[in-house]
């Protein structure tokens, strides 16, 4: 993921394609405040694993406006999905607790997007830092999106209609009739802090607020995202000859 909320960002941005010949390669261009878009995401784990080969990249600059459930901010990223014919998405706020690839496995053509289709009313009013949550139809639908971007039903999706839609249209795919909104498994977006803990589940989304808020810092499940920060910054130490 990105950041989080960011079904409203695909306006307003130039893309330049980009190849890419190895793991540092990758690591590289994706810490220079871009979005990578691998072209194909099914060579993915054996290329970052050091595979031989070459992928193609569209990187995003992170410098355009976006909407913010509503609310217009300036100075965060946006992407349109148009270079790229299907494209994955999940929100910042998330722990991958196996294979991506296995995710991407999971699109169907026939559908304009691929999302898990969660149906609950939430626990708490507000979330990390004091914002406010509500329930609302076909909510947390958009924090993992397999996009279709070549669906007939997608082509409403110009830069100028995300620029003057709301964040409740773009959240809700108010633009979609639910036969052409596929399904996912419940696991690849899972909501410990809502639903409770998930040995089984794939992908974790702290939906209220990561354990990186000292509020939520004992939320379920939250132990493996201190495990992952940890190992996130170590170091292997040796001795240079």
């Not at 307003?12 to 990758?26: L, S």
Request: glycine share 8%; with cysteine.
């Amino acid at each position: 993921g990105v950041a989080p909320h960011s079904l409203h960002r695909w306006a307003h941005v130039r893309v330049a394609p980009v190849k890419v010949h190895g793991p540092d390669h990758v690591r590289h261009v994706v810490g220079q405040k871009a979005v990578a878009l691998f072209r194909q995401p099914q060579g993915l784990a054996g290329f970052l694993a050091g595979g031989q080969g070459c992928l193609e990249l569209a990187i995003v600059p992170i410098d355009v406006q976006r909407h913010d459930h509503g609310q217009r901010q300036q100075g965060q990223q946006g992407i349109h999905p148009s270079p790229v014919d299907v494209l994955m998405h999940t929100d910042g706020d998330m722990l991958v607790r196996d294979d991506i690839v296995k995710l991407w496995s999971l699109r169907d053509e026939s559908k304009a997007v691929m999302v898990v289709k969660h149906d609950y009313k939430t626990k708490a009013n507000n979330k990390y830092l004091g914002s406010k949550n509500q329930d609302y139809p076909r909510k947390n639908w958009s924090s993992v999106v397999l996009w279709n971007c070549g669906h007939p039903d997608n082509r409403v999706m110009t830069p100028e209609f995300i620029e003057n839609a709301t964040g409740a249209q773009l959240h809700r795919f108010t633009w979609l009739a639910d036969e052409q909104i596929g399904e996912l498994p419940k696991v690849w977006n899972w909501l410990p802090d809502e639903l409770g803990e998930n040995p089984d589940a794939k992908l974790l989304h702290w939906t209220l607020g990561t354990p990186s808020f000292h509020e939520y810092a004992d939320a379920p499940m939250a132990g493996e995202w201190h495990r992952e920060r940890i190992l996130m910054d170590y170091c292997l130490q040796r001795d240079i000859d």
